[in-house]
């Protein structure tokens, strides 16, 4: 087990995929001569050359759907798109091509690419900087979309999303790429369907997927500590399709639910979770779950404003207690 | 075009018009749903371009008035009115429909429905085809209103820039959905408007498939030989409306007359005749061997075919589950 930074797991995903597959090839903006925004990409102009690793102009919708095309003829392009804001002038391509040239062709063509993104709020980046877009990708049909929480999974789910035949959203977090984390040493691959339990527990279950899991396991261990409230913490990675049977199987466990997502609450994670649980196991509930997230403004650029519409761990464990009537 | 080139392409011509105006008789008796965009009066731009290349070699894209296009790349028309009937022997299965007819056997990788979408596409195959370094093109035939999409100007400028393979066929049928070319776009003569990224451009009419074809192929030789992207507009016009609820209230029936006189199928009849390898006696039993097929043949086809099964309505949403059971479920071999 390495110790590696999440930004180190994604280039060694790519590194390897590249070395293996002359058919691997990557693209984005600033992801060559300059090493990647944010470094995932870096070493591999120099080693693959610019006909694998292109740097593109600022044309999102252009190059996604280059990308796209070539996919159509076996290419397995990875294509960066430096800010998840910037998702919004590819998604045309993204949606209308790649997610459902399998199913108008009657299953001849398909679009096996990979698109990676940063999303998340980072600090003070303002309105169109800061989205948070997974409900929107997470209600394509034809198009897998999972979010890593750590370097393990965004290690293990690109190299998964580079073999399949599937389209491919990964929806990483600005504020995650020097997170570090035990990466296995040899090749890994991370399902690209299903949930883990982050941490184990019996009274309640905290949903979270990438930067909130971690919001999941501070207010765990707080609850823990604090108010002798044992939670359990379900990463929800993979977004689409998401794990029913994971979500009834922790929930039946503890009887209450928590979901904790950095996105705007109308439309999300934390209504689709709540509808499973409803489909699912209703039946089985304590306690009507609760979901944590934004307020449904246009980030503010204003640190204290800013700060007042993004969640957090403490947002988690006042619901938490919410729920047990301790607060 | 040698002469029996131009008898066979005269007879394929009929073949997509009588095709064309078959599926209009059969979207009005309800037999086909949807949108339809049909194609009589652009026939020699297809048929043109794609005698210069090497259909099912080559790599075709377009738009949705696809079904043309389909067959000239080799796609049975019996599948391709399949499809338009919604059947399962259909050429997408019954699940595209007559905007997005597919036939990857023959390289023709599809009509789209979102205009201009294909232009990154043509260029991302192009991108594929110089990395295998293969001899094959793409070609990506659009009207002239796509090009007042954003993604026109990127992929031009990403494909000179990065001297990929791919053709860029203009039909400019003079009408983007209901709204003249003058009134939309600020310049009629689109091929003007590519010069900006140093791409080779020529404009062609659009209606005589020899002129076509000879401007073709100085378009497809410049493109397989490593000379980048090339720009070929097609003066044309389309007979019919947009789409089938199209009542073409914007454009005077005077002026459908004047494009009529310039007919792409009689250009090429009329002078075969005038060659004398044709009498006006053999053209017409084309035309009544063509309907016999289309009628025998075509729509017997689609019309006895089988629906769809309900239980399938899910299939081809995602890849084959067992194939992919490594990467869903982690445990690769």
């Known amino acids: 087990m390495a110790n590696i930074m999440y930004w180190e797991a994604i280039q060694r995903a790519h590194d390897e995929e590249m ?35 292109i740097d593109t102009p600022i044309s999102e919708g252009g190059f996604t759907g280059l990308g796209i095309g070539a996919s159509f003829l076996g290419v397995r392009p990875i294509i960066e798109i430096m800010s998840v804001n910037f998702a919004w002038l590819a998604m045309d391509q993204m949606f209308n091509s790649a997610a459902k040239v399998r199913y108008m062709s009657g ?74 984390g035990e990466v296995p040493d040899g090749e890994y691959f991370h399902p690209l369907e299903g949930s883990e339990i982050a941490r184990s527990g019996t009274d309640v279950t905290l949903f979270g997927y990438n930067i909130s899991v971690h919001w999941c396991l501070k207010a765990a261990e707080i609850l823990d500590k604090q108010y002798g409230i044992s939670a359990e913490v379900v990463d929800l990675y993979c977004l689409s399709p998401l794990d029913r049977a994971g979500i009834k199987a922790s929930v039946s466990k503890t009887h209450r639910a928590v979901i904790a997502e950095e996105d705007e609450a109308p439309v999300g994670v934390g209504s689709e979770v709540i509808a ?52 | 075009m040698k002469l029996e080139d131009k008898k066979r392409v005269l007879r394929e011509m009929v073949l997509h018009r009588r095709f064309e105006e078959r599926c209009y008789q059969a979207y009005i008796e309800r037999k086909i749903g949807g949108f339809l965009h049909l194609y009589p009066g652009q026939e020699a731009c297809c048929n043109g371009v794609m005698e210069a290349a090497r259909p099912g070699h080559d790599y075709v894209i377009t738009g949705y008035r696809d079904h043309v296009h389909a067959i000239k790349c080799g796609a049975d028309p019996k599948e391709v009115m399949a499809e338009l009937y919604g059947k399962e022997t259909g050429s997408s299965k019954g699940r595209g429909g007559s905007m997005h007819i597919f036939d990857v056997s023959k390289r023709f990788m599809g009509g789209y429905a979102l205009v201009g979408g294909p232009f990154p596409l043509a260029a991302g195959m192009a991108k594929a085809i110089q990395l295998k370094g293969g001899d094959e093109i793409a070609i990506c035939f659009l009207g002239d209103a796509a090009n007042n999409q954003g ?114 199928i009689f250009i090429l009849r009329d002078r075969l005749i005038a060659e004398g390898a044709l009498t006006m006696a053999e053209f017409e039993a084309i035309e009544k061997e063509t309907d016999a097929y289309i009628e025998n043949e075509v729509i017997k086809f689609a019309e006895e075919s089988p629906e769809p099964r309900v239980e399938d309505l899910e299939k081809y949403v995602f890849a084959d589950r067992e194939t992919q059971r490594p990467w869903l479920t982690g445990k690769a071999a």
């Not at chain 1, 090493?35 to 050359?49: D, F, H, V």
């Open chain 2, 151 to 264: 993604v026109f100007h990127e992929t031009l400028n990403m494909a000179a820039l990065w001297k990929l393979p791919v053709l860029f066929v203009c039909e400019n049928n003079l009408y983007g959905i209901g709204t003249a070319i003058e009134r939309s776009t600020a310049i009629v003569h689109q091929h003007k408007r590519v010069c900006a990224y140093g791409i080779e451009a020529a404009e062609c009419d659009g209606q005589d498939v020899e002129k076509v074809y000879a401007a073709a192929r100085v378009a497809v030789d410049h493109v397989r030989h490593g000379k980048g992207p090339y720009f070929l507009e097609l003066m044309t016009y389309r007979y019919r409306g947009h789409s089938m609820s199209d009542s073409r209230g914007y454009r005077s029936r005077e002026e459908e007359e004047m494009w009529k006189q310039r007919d792409p």
């Open chain 1, 107 to 180: 299953g001849q063509l398909t679009a096996p690419c990979v698109f990676r993104s940063a999303g998340g709020a980072a600090h003070q980046l303002g309105a169109q900087h800061s989205a948070r877009m997974e409900k929107v990708f997470m209600g394509i049909a034809g198009l897998r979309v999972v979010t890593p929480s750590n370097p393990k999974q965004a290690y293990g789910l690109l190299k998964s999303a580079i073999r399949c035949d599937d389209p491919v959203f990964i929806n990483e977090h600005e504020l995650m790429y020097n997170m570090k």
């Open chain 1, 276 to 327: 499973i649980i409803n489909e699912e196991c209703f039946f089985e509930l304590d306690a009507a779950p609760v979901r944590v997230h934004s307020a449904m403004v246009p980030q503010p650029y204003n640190h204290t404003l800013e700060k007042a519409a993004i969640p957090d761990h403490e947002d988690v464990v006042k619901a938490v207690l919410k729920l047990f009537g301790k607060a």
């Open chain 1, 19 to 53: 070395a293996r597959d002359p058919l691997v090839i990557c693209m984005g903006e600033d992801i060559g001569v300059a090493g990647g925004t944010y470094k995932a990409t870096k070493g591999l102009y120099e080693k693959y050359g610019p006909l694998r690793v």
